[in-house]
């Protein structure tokens, strides 16, 4: 423990970052036991007010505690951007390390889907599938699982580049002629020494995929009956909370958006100078 607050000194990004992240995990569980999770969802009982001692964030014009709408919907958004950065980090990898690692025709063909794909606006292709499935219920896991299937060509690619590095290595070279398999290799050399750059990624797909379910569900594609951030925001536009005056409708979502997403960038940030090690700071 000593070791790690020594670390976060030296690398206060990092530190920040984790301090932001902790602080919304608490946030979306300890803060359920001071909410009555159904007041996250339509109830038309209580009138539209500002923040008050009994409603500290206010309600809306759907009768829903915008607390608990906060808390509910802050961790519906961080498990969205969980999965689909999971999802999309996850056959980067996959695609990157065959593509960098095996080269040749393998390589070629891999490297050519993932410059189509890129080709075409992501932002885009989600639109179109979210629309294919919007008769299906898009719940949390199902946003999840469409932002994820999309996103993936941009991990691929850094993650290829970084095997393309490492693969011409002399500990790479000892491994093969030591009679190590391909699977081996990659598994034993390659990940374990790409980990802390990995780690990194996934930071940075999570927050790809939270910006793109934002901007789905702000268009109202997906669940509108969940209180995640991006419906929320859906809703602000929807009922012109802007010109009814309802100002705290409108800046609660995008505080607690800027927190998301800043803590994202600066975790990213400071797990850089963990996988750079040109960046590595001495004590």
Known sequence: MRG????????????????????LILFTTVGRLFINPKNAYPLSVMPTQPPSAKYPFGTDVQGRDLLAVMVVGTGMTL???AIAGGIGLGVGIVLGFVAGYTGGVLDTVITSIIDVWMSIPSFLILVLVASVFSKVTLGVTEMGLIVGIVSWAGSARA??????????RPFVMMAKLSGEG????????LVPNLAPYLVMSLA??????IQASLGLEALGIGNRANPT???????????????????????EPIILIIIVLTSLVVTSF???E???PRRMKTV
């Open 79 to 81: 498990e969205i951007g």
């Open 4 to 23: 790690f607050f020594s670390y976060i000194k030296r690398n206060p990004a990092f530190g920040i970052g984790l301090g932001m992240l902790l602080f």
């Open 274 to 276: 963990i996988a750079n």
């Open 229 to 251: 951030m991006g419906m929320t925001l859906y809703y602000v536009q929807y009922y012109s909370a802007l010109m009814l005056g309802l100002w705290w409708w409108v800046i």
């Open 182 to 189: 391909s699977f081996e290799i990659i598994m034993k050399e």
């Open 159 to 168: 993650i290829r580049a970084q095997v393309l590095s490492m693969r011409e």
């Open 204 to 209: 940075q797909s999570v927050y790809g995929g």
């Open 270 to 272: 400071g797990l850089d």
